[in-house]
C-alpha cells in the first residue's frame, strides 16, 4: 500500500451527544462554564489595558450579570469583557476544541505573567447546549471600528451568523432553555449554584430577575397607591454575590485571627470556632493558596468530616477532590486554590499529573510543620487540641509514611494519671514496671475496675478509644522495635502481686477445679494470684492478640472467625482476697457444697462484669441468684 498521512475529522453531530451528556456530569456546569468564560473576557481586557494594546474608557467598572426569565425562559450572561470579532467567533466559537483560552496566554506570555485565565480546553462554551435548544452570542469587541456580532445556534451543530444590536463592549450569551434547563430560572435555584461556583470570583457577579422586575412593574401600574413613598423611592443598589478578594489571596502577615475565624464561619457554616489553620501561599515552583482549618468536635463522638474545597483561579470546582487532596487531609476544613492543576473537565485527568503528587506533598508537609511547631512550642494549646484532632493524626500516619516520619516525635497520649505523655516520656517514666509494653485503656467506663487497680499500684496507662487507635497501635508496634500495646485487662503485672505468698499446691488445684466446674467453658482458663489488692475476689483477662485478631475480622469482612480465633480469656482468682479463702475453708465442708457454688458463680459474673457487659441470659442468672443470696443475708 502506498504510505498516506492525514489527519482524522470528527463529525460534530456524532461527537456532539457525547460532549453533551458526558463530559460534564453535573447539569450546573454550564453556568461555571458561562460565568467563566465572562470572568476570562475581563481579565483578558484588563491585561489589554495594562501592557497597552487597549485603553479603557474612564470610569470603567468592570461586572458580571446573570438575568434569568421565567416568562420568556431565558438565561443571559452579560460581561463587559473584551468582545469578540467576527474573525474570533468564527475561530473560537466555531471550532469545537480550539481553546481561546489557551491561544490568548500563547500570544501574551511574554508580556505578562499573571495568570488569572481559567479556560483551558475550549470545550467550556458548548455545556450551554446542555440545557439550551438555542444559544445566542451578541458581541461587540474592544477593537476599534468592531462591529458588533450575532451567533445563533439550535442544538450546536449548525449556526448562523449576523449583525448584532449590541453597542456596548463585551459579550451577551443567550441560552433559550429546554425544559432540562428551566429550573435555572428560579432566581433561588440560580443564586445558589452562582454562590456555590463564584463566592470568590474576581468581578463582581450580579443576578437580576427579569420576570419578577417585569411583574413588579405591572402591579404598581395597576393600583398606584396614594401617598407610596416605596413605588417612587430609589431601587436598591444591588450587592454583588462574591466577595472579590477572599482571605486567602491575602498575604498571611496582614491577617487577623478574626478574619481567618470570620472566613471560617461564611466558608463553612460552622459556628464552633476552628482550633487553629494553616494558610498556604506559594507561587514558585508551583501556585498554590489556601487555608486548611482544623475543626473542632462538637461532642465526644462525633466522628471528624472535613470538606476541603477546591478552587481553580478562584472559581469553585469540587469538594473533596481525592486525586488532589491526600485522603487523611479531608478530615480538614478548608479552600485551596490551585491554578496550576489541570482541573476543568475529568478528575481521571488528575491522577497521572505531576503537579498533583507534588501539591500533596508540600500540603502534607505544611501540615506536619504546623503541628510540631505546635508541639514543639505550644505545648499547653498542643494538648489543649490533642482530643479534637487526634483521630486526623493517627489517620494520617496510618495512611501516610512521609506524614509519620514528620510528626512521629509529636505524638502524644491522654494518660490515666492526667495530663499528656509521649510516648518517650512513657516508657521513661515506666520502665521500672514494665520495659517496652504500653498499657492503654479503650474504654473508660468499662475498664474501670482495671483502671483503679492501676492507679493502687502507681501504675500507668494511656487511654486510646478511637476506632482509628487498632491500626495507630499497631503501626506503632512496626516502628518500635519490641515495643508492644497492651490492653490494661490484658495481664497482670508483676508489680500487682504481692511478694512470697506461694499458696499451697492443693489450694490452687482446689479453685482450679472449682472454678472450671462453675465456669464450665473449656476454653477459659484459671488462674491464682496473690493480688496486693485484696478487695477484689477476681478478674478476667483477654490476651491482647486473640482479642485483636478478632476486632480485626470482625472489621474486615463481618466473617465469623470466632472459631479460628478463639477468646482466650484467663480468669485470675486473688488467693489474697477474704472471699477466696473462704471458700478454701469450706473445702471438705459437704453440707454447704450449694453456697460454695453460689458464690463461686457470683464471683466469676463480677469479674466478667467489670470486663464486659453481660450476655441477656447470664444477666438474668446474675439478677436471680443475687436475690437468692440477699434472702440467705436475712
Ligand atoms: P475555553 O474557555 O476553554 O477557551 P470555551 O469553549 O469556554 O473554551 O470558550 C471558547 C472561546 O470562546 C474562549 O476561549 C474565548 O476566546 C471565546 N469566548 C467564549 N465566551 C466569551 C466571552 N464571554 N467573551 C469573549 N470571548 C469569549
Ligand atoms: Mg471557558
Not at 147 to 173: C, H, K, L, Y
Not at 511 to 519: G, P
Request: glycine share 4%; with cysteine; aromatic share 10%.
Amino acid at each position: 500500500m502506498k504510505h498516506e498521512s492525514g489527519s482524522i475529522s470528527i463529525n460534530t453531530e456524532n461527537i456532539f451527544p457525547i460532549i453533551k451528556k458526558w463530559l460534564y456530569s453535573e447539569k450546573d456546569i454550564f453556568i461555571r462554564e458561562l460565568v467563566s468564560n465572562a470572568s476570562d473576557a475581563i481579565s483578558k481586557m484588563k491585561k489589554l489595558d495594562a501592557i497597552g494594546e487597549a485603553e479603557l474608557p474612564e470610569g470603567n467598572k468592570f461586572e458580571i450579570k446573570v438575568v434569568v426569565n421565567k416568562n420568556d425562559k431565558t438565561i443571559k450572561v452579560i460581561d463587559n469583557g473584551l468582545g469578540m470579532t467576527e474573525e474570533e467567533v468564527k475561530k473560537y466559537i466555531n471550532q469545537i476544541a480550539f481553546s481561546g483560552a489557551v491561544d490568548f496566554l500563547e500570544k501574551y506570555k511574554d508580556k505578562s505573567d499573571d495568570g488569572q485565565i481559567i479556560g483551558h480546553f475550549g470545550l467550556g462554551f458548548y455545556s450551554a447546549f446542555m440545557v439550551s435548544q438555542r444559544v445566542q452570542i451578541d458581541t461587540l469587541s474592544y477593537q476599534k471600528d468592531a462591529a458588533a456580532v450575532r451567533w445563533v445556534s439550535d442544538g450546536g451543530t449548525e449556526f448562523e451568523m449576523s449583525d448584532s444590536d449590541r453597542n456596548e463592549r463585551g459579550t451577551t450569551i443567550t441560552l433559550y432553555l429546554s425544559d432540562d434547563g428551566l429550573e435555572f430560572t428560579d432566581e433561588y435555584k440560580m443564586r445558589t449554584t452562582l454562590e456555590k461556583y463564584f463566592a470568590f470570583l474576581p468581578y463582581e457577579l450580579y443576578l437580576e430577575d427579569s420576570a419578577k422586575e417585569e411583574e413588579k412593574k405591572e402591579e404598581n401600574k395597576e393600583e398606584p397607591k396614594e401617598g407610596d413613598d416605596q413605588a417612587n423611592a430609589e431601587p436598591k443598589k444591588p450587592e454583588p454575590l462574591n466577595d472579590t478578594k477572599p482571605l486567602w489571596l491575602k498575604n498571611p502577615k496582614d491577617c487577623t485571627d478574626e478574619e481567618y475565624k470570620q472566613f471560617y464561619t461564611k466558608v463553612f457554616h460552622d459556628f464552633n470556632e476552628p482550633l487553629f489553620w494553616i494558610h498556604l501561599n506559594m507561587d514558585y515552583p508551583f501556585n498554590l493558596k489556601g487555608i486548611l482549618y482544623f475543626p473542632k468536635l462538637k461532642h465526644e463522638f462525633e466522628t471528624m468530616e472535613g470538606q476541603i474545597k477546591l478552587y481553580y483561579n478562584q472559581v469553585f470546582v469540587a469538594d473533596n477532590i481525592k486525586e488532589v487532596i491526600p485522603e487523611f487531609l479531608l478530615l480538614l476544613k478548608g479552600v485551596l486554590d490551585c491554578p496550576d492543576l489541570p482541573l476543568n473537565v475529568s478528575r481521571s485527568f488528575l491522577q497521572n499529573d505531576g503537579y498533583v503528587n507534588k501539591i500533596s506533598t508540600h500540603i502534607t508537609k505544611k501540615v506536619a510543620d504546623k503541628l510540631t511547631s505546635l508541639f514543639e512550642n505550644d505545648r499547653e494549646n498542643y494538648n489543649k487540641y490533642w482530643d479534637d484532632i487526634n483521630p486526623f493524626v493517627k489517620y494520617g500516619c496510618v495512611r501516610e509514611e512521609k506524614f509519620y516520619d514528620r510528626v512521629k516525635d509529636a505524638l502524644i497520649f491522654k494518660s490515666t494519671k492526667g495530663g499528656y505523655t509521649t510516648l518517650k516520656e512513657y516508657l521513661e517514666n515506666n520502665k521500672e514496671k514494665h520495659e517496652n509494653k504500653v498499657f492503654y485503656v479503650s474504654d473508660e467506663k468499662q475498664q474501670a475496675q482495671y483502671i483503679k487497680l492501676f492507679n493502687e499500684n502507681g501504675m500507668e496507662a494511656v487511654i486510646l478509644t478511637n476506632m482509628i487507635d487498632n491500626h495507630f497501635m499497631s503501626l506503632l508496634e512496626s516502628k518500635g522495635s519490641g515495643l508492644q500495646f497492651n490492653r490494661i485487662d490484658a495481664d497482670i503485672s508483676a508489680s500487682m502481686k504481692q511478694e512470697n505468698t506461694g499458696i499451697p499446691e492443693d489450694n490452687v488445684s482446689y479453685l482450679e477445679n472449682l472454678f472450671k466446674e462453675t465456669v464450665n467453658d473449656e476454653k477459659l482458663k484459671i488462674q491464682v494470684e496473690s493480688l496486693k489488692n485484696e478487695t477484689i475476689p477476681a478478674v478476667v483477662l483477654l490476651s491482647e492478640q486473640s482479642r485483636r485478631m478478632q476486632e480485626m475480622s470482625k472489621m474486615f469482612g463481618g466473617m465469623d472467625m470466632g472459631h479460628m480465633f478463639p477468646k482466650e480469656q484467663t480468669l485470675v482468682l486473688n488467693s489474697s482476697n477474704k472471699l477466696v479463702k473462704a471458700l478454701l475453708d469450706l473445702k471438705d465442708k459437704d453440707e454447704r457444697k450449694d453456697d460454695v457454688k453460689l458464690v463461686s458463680e457470683h464471683i466469676y459474673d463480677l469479674a466478667m462484669m467489670s470486663h464486659q457487659t453481660l450476655e441477656p441470659d447470664a444477666m438474668a442468672k446474675f439478677i436471680q441468684r443475687s436475690n437468692e443470696i440477699l434472702m440467705k443475708v436475712l
